[in-house]
């Protein structure tokens, strides 16, 4: 997995990362950006300062080796032994201090908030998905999905979290730090990508059995290409057009499909699973579980415990027929 | 000294004494014991089987992440086995085997004939055995908890997590927390109260004082993860709703309270070790340690700062980013105290002349691993770097980097240092070599690699992750490091169930230390010293001079024991020490079925509070004043002056 890194960073751990892009190592997004700074200074310091403290812990090991056989040794001074400790120590401090501005400093940059046209959006746990919300004035304009968030290059979005059952925390590590999902509470953050591109994050805060896998992709795109993606998501899902489809449609509705999830447009208004208006848009199952091909969907409708044991979703017996129907409707939902 | 002691005393005093302070054998009088020797042995024996067994868990999940989709494990068993894991190590492993090593040498170190309080430190040596046995009881019977160490609520609350697992550690918690608020208030008393006279508090050994200075930390860390788990347990038994934020409850309250016991935690392994290095330094450098005072300062001001920091654990929650920027203050500023001590122990080996034994090299050991994990320490102080680090892989690397080089390397250090007072026999030099050479590569090959898989994305607790995040390989060397691991421990197990069998005796002091544990025979009489010896200097086997007075005058008859002032350690009176009872194990047994009982029924607290004020009445039964108690001191000129003959005070 190993292979040297072209980047100017030239991290000596470069690691590459497959088609996933989940890296602190890579920021593309000025708070992840800030944050590096802030890590490579401390890094390089506090690499320097190991080096150096270890170099005398080994001079002051062997300095006397050679004389093994002698009873008595020549006594450095005591004074200067305590000079050299005070000095060592003033020295820490400045370092400490140095990295304690530096810190603070650039706090500021990564934790105030923008709001001025800036784009919000709701993000709420589940145990183990995300909802996510994209706010309006009008409610009618109001996105609601799941597990996919696509935002704008170059625009600050503020995001706010809570949680509905337990405690998640939203991580996605090339745009932003992570910012804890707590019941109760709804804290803001602030993000701002500078190039398109797709982040992978996890949630990284223990949640339960499968907080192993609730993670999303996020989707930053140049402006027109996300006002035109989220024009799309307003939409409602139109009726189904070929017969499979309708028969897909009359499974979902007559099974238990529609007491958990919605689909805008339809009768289907369940609360408790995603939103599945446009899942068949969605690049992936069981919040990053598998991909969102026809064989993944059919065998995690019919069984979800098998690739993601303990999610609430239960399994679904359905003869060949009616599962090949669904599968239909479900990529018909774009 | 001990021979000139032992003549001194003459061979019928001497059996009796040593027959006062012995404690009764076989299988039931074991159960009686209260010699701090025999329970220190108990403790290190115990916590070092529960390393045995959380190690044996740490390879079970090695093997699980060792690549990408791996079905070893099920994500319900993972969830048990690293909560399990992390619940050990923090409490029945660290503290107490830190603890243990204080109950075996604290008193030897201050020269005193027993530990302040044996029959409690016996009470919280079952508590701490049986709240051990109650984990992995339930960890065996699919019901060992699954939320974490810190079982953050709601997940913990019942609602989220409607089986016992979660009360198992809960009452887990309770136990450990008696356990070790008993030997901190056990070992302040007797640091404070039974040095031999001569040891004034400036004279103190270093590792007696980070013993004292941990002991305070514990009475005040640990009621508030005490409180947190018990409201915890009353949201669950009996709906008190204090974390549950649908009935204005405060998830956020339960980190407070758990973190401010959570991180000072930290310390309390660590100062403890920190105690350890600076006495093996000093000993294998052959000079006194330079800085004393500024050793000892480091150790309280780490003590007192370390109750400042706890917020760097909540930096994710949305805490306002003045408070945070406080935090961040406090806890890159607790890097200083520790520096300060490092550049001590670098002066002290400067300027003496180290001798790489077996115990020092464990020590040098102990400077490249703790010194990485204390530098990457003061990256995740800083907000925006910790809100990236939190909950990855770069901090589990993080906090292995501290505890197992800043307590379990010191702690090996001590095993080879003192295994030889304990048992009377060496460890292999030879194979101590190989032994740290192997932990050494095992522990940087297994946990290295995670600061980096950290960087890359990699967050803690998740029982498998999908080949395209390109973590396998490292995740492989990380498995494969943990084998080197497994393998220097079996060889180290080896080495001592071989030392154990030798002839060959050790010497009384084979380090040629200066310290007072090494003043007696190795290993020690029933009563420690048959006539306790007093000190001129804060390292009296290098110092004392040849006729430095011994203390004579104590009966051999009863287990006699002086109490001297706090600050000089003038003799104060004398005091008959408690004698074997089986009642601490009895009161152990009927407080372990209340806080069992407890997890199922509240009823339990009303009924199981019977049986536990029977058997404490029966330990605090009243004696007549004529059986023990406090008795005048001197009962005769005790310490006869350097230039007097020995005849004239008793004996030297």
Not at chain 2, 494 to 522: H, K, M, Y
Request: net charge neutral; charged share 15%; hydrophobic share 50%.
């Amino acid at each position: 997995m190993y292979q040297p890194s072209g980047d100017l960073l030239a991290y000596p751990y470069a690691m590459r990362s497959g088609d996933i892009v989940q890296s602190v190592l890579s920021p593309a997004g000025a708070q992840a950006s800030s944050i590096h700074q802030l890590w490579l200074l401390m890094l390089w310091t506090t690499t320097v300062v190991c080096v150096v403290v270890l170099a005398f812990i080994a001079v002051a090991v062997l300095r006397h080796r050679r004389r093994d056989e002698v009873a008595t040794i020549p006594t450095t001074p005591e004074r200067s032994l305590v000079r050299s400790v005070w000095a060592a120590t003033t020295l820490s401090l400045l370092i400490l201090l140095m990295l304690l501005v530096a810190s603070v400093w650039m706090t500021r940059g990564v934790e105030s908030l923008e709001a001025s046209g800036a784009l919000t959006i709701n993000i709420i746990g589940h145990q183990w998905w995300w909802e996510i919300e994209y706010e309006d004035t009008s409610p009618s304009r109001r996105v609601l999905t799941a597990n996919e968030m696509h935002i704008p290059v170059g625009r600050p979005v503020v995001l706010k979290v809570s949680s509905r059952d337990v405690i998640h925390s939203f991580w996605v590590p090339n745009l932003q730090g992570k910012r804890d999902l707590i019941p109760g509470y709804t804290t803001a953050i602030w993000l701002q990508p500078d190039r398109p591109g797709i982040f992978r994050g996890q949630c990284a805060e223990f949640c339960g059995l499968q907080h192993a896998h609730m993670a999303l992709d996020v989707v930053a795109e140049a402006g027109p290409d996300f006002d035109r993606w989220l024009e799309g998501m307003r939409k409602p899902a139109g009726p189904p057009e070929t017969d499979q489809q309708r028969k897909g449609h009359a499974v979902f509705m007559s099974r238990r499909c529609a007491g958990c999830h919605a689909i805008n447009g339809t009768e289907a208004y369940g609360q408790i699973g995603p939103d599945l208006t446009h899942i068949g848009s969605r690049s992936t199952i069981g919040a990053g579980t598998l991909p969102n091909t026809r064989d993944h969907m059919n065998a995690w409708v019919k069984n979800p415990q098998v690739s993601k044991p303990g999610n609430q979703m239960p399994p679904n017996p359905l003869s060949d027929e009616d599962s090949r129907a669904l599968q239909a409707y479900l990529e018909f939902l774009k | 000294m001990t021979t000139m002691t032992r003549a001194a005393l003459g061979d019928d005093e001497l059996r009796r004494l040593e027959s006062s302070w012995r404690d009764p054998g076989g299988f039931w009088g074991s159960l009686t014991h209260v010699d701090h020797k025999s329970i220190g042995r108990r403790y290190l024996i115990t916590a070092f089987a529960f390393f045995l067994l959380a190690g044996i868990l740490a390879a079970l999940m090695r093997l699980q992440l060792s690549r990408p989709d791996n079905s070893f494990l099920s994500p319900d068993l993972y969830n048990q086995i690293f909560t399990t894991h992390g619940t050990t190590m923090m409490f029945l492993f660290a503290v107490p085997v830190m603890q243990g090593l204080g109950i075996y040498f604290l008193p030897l170190m201050v020269g005193a004939r027993a530990i302040a309080f044996p029959r409690l430190v016996a009470f919280s040596y079952w508590m701490f055995l049986f709240g051990g046995i109650f984990l992995y009881v339930s960890f065996l019977l699919n019901a060992g908890p699954d939320v974490g160490w810190f079982s953050y609520p709601p997940l913990a609350e019942s609602l989220y997590s409607p089986s016992k697992r979660a009360d198992v550690w809960a009452q887990l918690i309770t136990f450990t927390e008696v356990a070790s608020l008993a030997v901190a208030v056990s070992l302040i008393t007797t640091a404070f109260k039974l040095r031999t006279p001569g040891m004034t508090l400036n004279r103190l050994p270093i590792f007696v004082w980070a013993q004292v200075v941990t002991s305070f930390m514990v009475l005040f860390a640990m009621p508030s993860v005490m409180l947190a788990s018990t409201a915890l347990i009353c949201d669950r038994l009996v709906s008190t709703h204090f974390f549950d934020a649908e009935h204005r409850g405060d998830p956020l309250l339960f980190q407070h309270l758990f973190w401010f016991f959570g991180h000072p935690e930290v310390y309390i392994i660590f100062i403890p070790g920190t105690g350890l290095v600076s006495t093996l330094i000093s000993t294998f450098s052959r000079r006194p340690l330079f800085g004393y005072l500024a050793v000892v300062l480091s150790l309280v001001a780490t003590a007192f700062m370390g109750f400042g920091l706890w917020v760097h654990h909540m930096f994710a929650t949305g805490i306002p980013a003045l408070s945070r920027s406080f935090f961040t203050a406090a806890s890159i500023t607790i890097a200083l105290p520790t520096g300060m001590q490092f550049f001590c122990w670098i002066a002290t080996m400067w300027s003496g002349r180290v001798v790489l034994k077996t115990p020092m090299l464990w020590i040098l050991g102990f400077f490249a691993i703790f010194l990485i994990g204390g530098l990457t320490g003061v990256i995740l102080a800083a907000v925006p770097v910790n809100i990236q680090l939190h909950d990855t892989f770069f901090v589990v690397a993080h906090f292995h980097y501290v505890l197992i080089g800043g307590a379990v390397f010191p702690l090996f250090a001590a095993i080879y240092y003192w295994f030889p007072k304990i048992t009377g026999r060496l460890l292999s030099e030879r194979t101590g070599r190989i032994v740290i050479a192997l932990l050494f590569v095992g522990f940087n090959l297994t946990f290295f690699p995670m600061h980096v898989l950290g960087l890359h994305g990699m967050p803690r607790r998740i029982y498998t992750y999908p080949s395209a995040m390109g973590w396998g390989s490292l995740n492989l060397v990380a498995s494969l490091g943990a084998v080197l691991m497994a393998a220097a421990v079996v060889l180290f197990l080896l080495d001592i169930v071989r030392a154990l069998r030798a002839r060959e005796v050790a010497p009384d002091n084979p380090w040629d230390a200066s310290t007072l544990e090494w003043a007696t025979s190795s290993p020690p009489p029933n009563s420690n010293f048959p006539l306790p010896p007093t000190v001129a200097g804060r390292d009296p086997l290098w110092q004392n001079p040849p006729d430095q007075p011994v203390v004579v005058g104590l009966r051999t008859d009863i287990r006699d024991v002086l109490v001297t002032h706090v600050l000089d350690a003038e003799p104060d009176h004398r005091f008959e020490f408690p004698t074997p009872s089986i009642w601490p194990f009895l009161t152990a047994l009927t407080t372990t079925a209340l806080f069992i009982g407890s997890i199922f029924t509240p009823w339990a607290v009303v009924w199981g509070a019977i049986p536990v004020f029977i058997t404490t009445v029966g330990w605090f039964w009243p004696k007549s004043p004529d059986e023990g108690g406090t008795q005048p001191w001197p009962v005769r000129r005790t310490l006869p002056r350097p230039n007097e003959s020995p005849a004239a005070g008793g004996a030297i």
